[in-house]
């Protein structure tokens, strides 16, 4: 009794410890509670970016279609009756299209009226008719109903993305085509169909005839050409690093620069290329190989990284065992360090090459932003990539390359989760634990 009197700090001192536990404890509820704050913004965020992506995009995934009575004049498909394609070819295949809208709509007069009938349609019907005489030589001779690509604007009107209520002055198509426009909807002749030519073509001037196919060609030649150099350098390299280097300090310095190396700018990358592989070599520019030896100097440094921090999670007893049965250094990196490691490694080049297949500045650099409308056979030809495309799509002035831009972003999207769920997989599936 009289020491508890005498010393009354020690009385408060329980209080003093449940004050601080509640104090810490509240600090602790306070930590979580703003870490799951972040998480739930950085998933708004980005529920609200491939949101706004998918409304701007899913539209190009659908292309409006028009259908008219075409009459494939034999006359002047094949003038002489030869049967040869060769001479179908040569056709005015573009003429049969407008002579079917010059038939439905008896009315229209006058060079300007026409002009603006014809674009109703795209530019692009000849390469269709055609391609359908070559496929059925059948129909010459023959009137048949035939569903055509119509024009951009067209399609942006039937999509709901050019306003109707708007003065004739404020917007693309005209009232004479909106009443055309409406005569075929009346008729049931326009639909919108899967959007096969954004998957199948290369790039146009016109948006309607504008595909991803060879951009995605290109990006697979390049990215092909990245791990071919990539992946067997920057292993051997992790592996001597990490395994065989003395540590002195040299090999400080190699590690120092390969780890500021993946932190430089991927543009640095895209001018060591334009002047060694371009002006000092001379390789043909606009080329998926000169493309894929940049992406290679960039991805290097990640697979370096990667592949010694896989090597470094190997136990040093299976070391120690195998160089113990007489097995020889080099015995033990291959047969039994490495294909244990090699999972990490591959989770590393997975995500290695995520990276270049999203990376444009250093492709920009080499040339490879040129306008390309054939798809590339070989690692010479020239190319385009996809993040490349959806760049020169995005600086188009025509309102029908929007939403094909979002559509390729998209695409692209959808290809680098692929890659970096694959990297998952392929560690959960091999991944050991020590």
């Not at 190699?254 to 000092?280: D, K, M």
């Amino acid at each position: 009794m009289t020491d508890a009197v005498q010393n009354p700090a020690a009385a408060r001192r329980p209080d003093l410890s449940q004050a601080r536990l509640k104090r810490r404890y509240a600090a602790e509820r306070r930590f979580r509670l703003y870490g799951l704050a972040a998480i739930c913004a950085a998933i708004a965020m980005l529920a609200l970016l491939l949101t706004t992506i998918v409304i701007s995009g899913h539209s190009a995934f659908l292309q409006t279609r028009i259908a008219l009575d075409v009459t494939f004049d034999a006359a002047e498909i094949d003038p002489d009756g030869t049967g040869d394609p060769a001479v179908w070819r040569q056709a005015n295949f573009t003429k049969l299209a407008r002579n079917a809208l010059l038939t439905q709509f008896t009315d229209v007069s006058g060079r300007r009226a026409k002009r603006a009938l014809y674009k109703l349609l795209s530019s692009g019907v000849d390469f269709e008719l055609r391609d359908r005489v070559l496929a059925d030589p059948a129909l010459i001779g023959t009137t048949r109903r035939v569903w055509l690509t119509a024009g951009a604007d067209i399609d942006s009107l039937n999509k709901g993305q050019i306003p109707r209520d708007v003065p004739e002055a404020d917007r693309r198509v005209k009232d004479n085509q909106l009443a055309w426009y409406d005569a075929l909807v009346a008729g049931d002749q326009v639909q919108r169909r899967f959007n096969t030519t954004f998957f199948t073509s290369a790039d146009s001037r016109e948006p309607e005839l504008a595909g991803i196919r060879g951009a995605v060609v290109g990006s697979f030649l390049t990215l092909v050409v990245t791990l071919l150099l990539s992946f067997p350098v920057g292993v051997m390299a992790a592996v001597y690093l990490e395994e065989f280097a003395p540590k002195n300090r040299w090999t400080d310095v190699i590690e120092v620069n390969i780890n500021n190396l993946a932190a430089v700018p991927s543009i640095v990358f895209g001018l060591l290329g334009l002047a060694v592989f371009l002006n000092f070599f001379g390789l043909p520019r606009s080329a998926p190989l000169v493309g894929g030896m940049v992406l290679a100097l960039m991805t290097l440094p990640t697979i370096i990284i990667a592949g010694r921090a896989a090597l470094k999670a190997v136990p040093p007893s299976i070391r120690e065992a195998a160089l113990g049965v007489g097995a020889s250094p080099l015995q033990v990196v291959t047969h039994h360090v490495l294909p244990l490691a090699m999972p990490g490694v591959l989770t590393g080049t997975i995500i290695g090459m995520a990276r270049a297949l999203g990376e444009s500045a250093p492709l920009l650099m080499i040339g490879m932003v040129a306008f390309i409308v054939d798809v590339p056979r070989g690692l010479t030809d020239a190319a385009t990539v996809l993040p490349v495309q959806i760049y020169l799509w995005a600086d188009a002035p025509e309102r029908g390359f929007v939403e094909r831009t979002s559509a390729a972003i998209l695409v692209l999207l959808a290809f680098m989760i692929v890659m970096n769920l694959a990297a998952i997989l392929l560690r959960r599936r091999f991944e050991r634990r020590w």
